[in-house]
C-alpha cells in the first residue's frame, strides 16, 4: 500500500520518529512487517509469539478479519461524526459496554480516545457527583501518561514529572503478598487476616485524610504492569463497603485487566463486585483502533442531567472506533474468547508452577486468566530482586534479548516478566512460548546467590 522499501523503515523511522518512554538514542524497534493469530513478523520474514499482546491490548489476536471489516464499512458509510450527533454505531456500542458491564448495571458510556482520558474523565464524573476533591489511589498502579491520569498513577513515572501534575491524589498500599509491608515478620498469616490489615491500612488513610473531602477510590482491579498483583478474597468487597460507608466512589480501573484478560469480561467480576465506574480501552477494540470507554451507574450520570459536564473531546465517539468495538465485543462473544481464556488460565498457572520449581531465579509467579507474571529474584530467601526498584540489570537485559533473539515476544519489567497473550491462544501455543522461557531462565539462574 505504500511505496517504502522494507530495508528503509529502520533508518527512515529512527530519523523522523519521537519515541515515547525510551531514551531516543537508544531505541532498537523490531520493524514489524504483519501479524496474524498470536503471532507476528518483521521485514526480514522473522516470525514472533506475542506474549505480550503487543501492549496488553489486542485481546482476540491479531488480524481479524470480521473487525476489520467493520473498520471499513464505517470508514465508507460515515468516518466521522461530531460530539454532539448520535449515530446508529454510538447508540450499538454504547448498548453493548453496558450489557457487559458487571450485572448490566452501569447503562451510560461515555467513550473517549484510550485508558488515559477514560481515568481522567472518570475523576471529573466522581468530582462533580460527590462536591468532593481528593481521589485515592495505589502505589503499584499505572493509570496512564496524561496530567491527570500520571497523578493517579503510584509508580515512578508520576515522580519524573512532578510537581506539575494534578492535585489531589492520595496513595495508598497494595494488597501485594509476596512482598507485603505489614507480614515480613509474618509471611504465614491466613489470608483472611492479610486482607482485614490492608484494608485497614486504607480505612486509617480515609480518615486521616477526611472521608468528607474524599470523591473516589480509584484502582486497578489487578494491578497490571507492576506486578499483577491479584487480591485476596474478600478486599474488593470491602473497599466496596467503605466507599459506601463513607459515601466515595468507587472506580475500577479495568484499561488492561478487562475484556476477558482475567477470564470475566471484567475482572471485578471474578469477586462479584459491581464499581460504580468502570475505565476500559485496550481489549475494547483489541486496539483495532484507539478507543476508551467509561462506564458508570445511572445515578453519576444524573448529577449532569441539569448541570452541564464541562468535558469533552474532538473524537470522542469516532464511529470507526465505535465499529471495531461493536465488531470486537462480538467476535468475543461468537468465539467464547473470554471462556477461553478462562479455561487457559489453568493451563498457564501450572507452566508458571513448573518454572517455578525448575529454576531456583523464579521467587513466585503469579496469573489470573491469562494475566500472568514471573518475579525473578537473586535470592528466594531474601527475596532480593533480579533488578532494582525502577531499574533493570544485565541479567535482565540478556532473559530479554534470549527471548526475543529465538522468538518470544515478552515484556519485562523491572526483576519481572510478564505473560499476558492474545486471548484465543492455545495450550500448545502457551508451551511454545514456555519452551524459550525455560532457556532463558537458565541465564537468570547464574545469578542466584
Known amino acids: 500500500m505504500f511505496d517504502l522499501p522494507d530495508d528503509e523503515i529502520l533508518p527512515l523511522s529512527k530519523e523522523h520518529v519521537f519515541w515515547t518512554w525510551s531514551a531516543q538514542a537508544k531505541v532498537s ?4 512487517d504483519h501479524a496474524k493469530g498470536v503471532y507476528f513478523w518483521d521485514t526480514a520474514g522473522k516470525r514472533y509469539l506475542d506474549f ?35 449515530t446508529k454505531v454510538r ?7 453496558a450489557e457487559v458491564t458487571p450485572g448490566g448495571a452501569l447503562t451510560k458510556v461515555l467513550f473517549t480516545l484510550g485508558g488515559a482520558d477514560a481515568n481522567e474523565n472518570a475523576v471529573k464524573l466522581a468530582r ?11 502505589y503499584r498502579s499505572y493509570h496512564g501518561a496524561t496530567a491527570g491520569a500520571m497523578a493517579l498513577t503510584g509508580d515512578p513515572r508520576r515522580v519524573a514529572w512532578e510537581p506539575g501534575l494534578m492535585p489531589g491524589v492520595v496513595h495508598f498500599l497494595d494488597p501485594y503478598r509476596y512482598r507485603s509491608t505489614f507480614h515480613r515478620t509474618n509471611p504465614d498469616i491466613s489470608d483472611a487476616e492479610f486482607c482485614q490489615d490492608y484494608l485497614n491500612h486504607l480505612e486509617e488513610i480515609i480518615r486521616y485524610e477526611g472521608p468528607e473531602t474524599i470523591a473516589a477510590i480509584l484502582m486497578e482491579s489487578v494491578t497490571g504492569t507492576n506486578g499483577i498483583i ?19 466512589v468507587m472506580i475500577a480501573d479495568e ?20 464499581p460504580d465506574i468502570i475505565t476500559m ?23 449532569f442531567d441539569e448541570h452541564v459536564f464541562e468535558s469533552g473531546l474532538t473524537y470522542t465517539s469516532h464511529p470507526v472506533s465505535l465499529a471495531a468495538a461493536v465488531a470486537n465485543i462480538q467476535v468475543m462473544k461468537d468465539d467464547g474468547i473470554v471462556e477461553n481464556a478462562a479455561a487457559m488460565g489453568p493451563v498457564l498457572h501450572e507452566l508458571l508452577a513448573d518454572l517455578g520449581e525448575t529454576h531456583p531465579s523464579v521467587g513466585d509467579v503469579r496469573n489470573i486468566g491469562l494475566f500472568g507474571i514471573i518475579e525473578l529474584v537473586k535470592d528466594r530467601k531474601t527475596k532480593e530482586p533480579m533488578a532494582p526498584w525502577n531499574g533493570s540489570s544485565p541479567e535482565m537485559v540478556a532473559f530479554r534479548k534470549y527471548c526475543t533473539d529465538h522468538g518470544l515476544f515478552l515484556y519485562t519489567h523491572w526483576h519481572t516478566a510478564l505473560v499476558i497473550p492474545p486471548l484465543i491462544i492455545t495450550e500448545a501455543q502457551l508451551k511454545e512460548g514456555f519452551a524459550i522461557l525455560d532457556k532463558a531462565l537458565e541465564i537468570t539462574d547464574k545469578a542466584v546467590k
Open 281 to 303: 480501552a485496550k481489549g475494547l477494540t483489541s486496539a483495532y483502533a484507539p478507543l476508551g470507554a467509561v462506564a458508570m451507574k445511572p445515578e453519576i450520570a444524573a448529577a
Open 91 to 97: 447508540a450499538l456500542a454504547s448498548r453493548m459496554v
Open 255 to 274: 484499561v488492561m485487566s478487562g475484556f476477558g484478560r482475567t477470564g470475566k469480561w471484567f475482572a471485578v467480576d471474578n469477586w462479584g463486585v459491581v
Open 230 to 248: 491479584i487480591p485476596p478474597d474478600g478486599y474488593l468487597q470491602g473497599v466496596r463497603a467503605l466507599c459506601d460507608r463513607y459515601g466515595m
Open 128 to 138: 462533580g457527583y460527590t462536591g468532593r476533591f481528593k481521589i485515592l489511589a495505589r
Open 52 to 86: 505480550n499482546s503487543m501492549t496488553m491490548c489486542v485481546n482476540i489476536g491479531h488480524g481479524n478479519q470480521r473487525v476489520i471489516e467493520a473498520m471499513v464499512t464505517q470508514a465508507r458509510e460515515l468516518p466521522y461524526a461530531a460530539p454532539g450527533m448520535a
Open 29 to 32: 524497534p523490531i520493524p514489524l
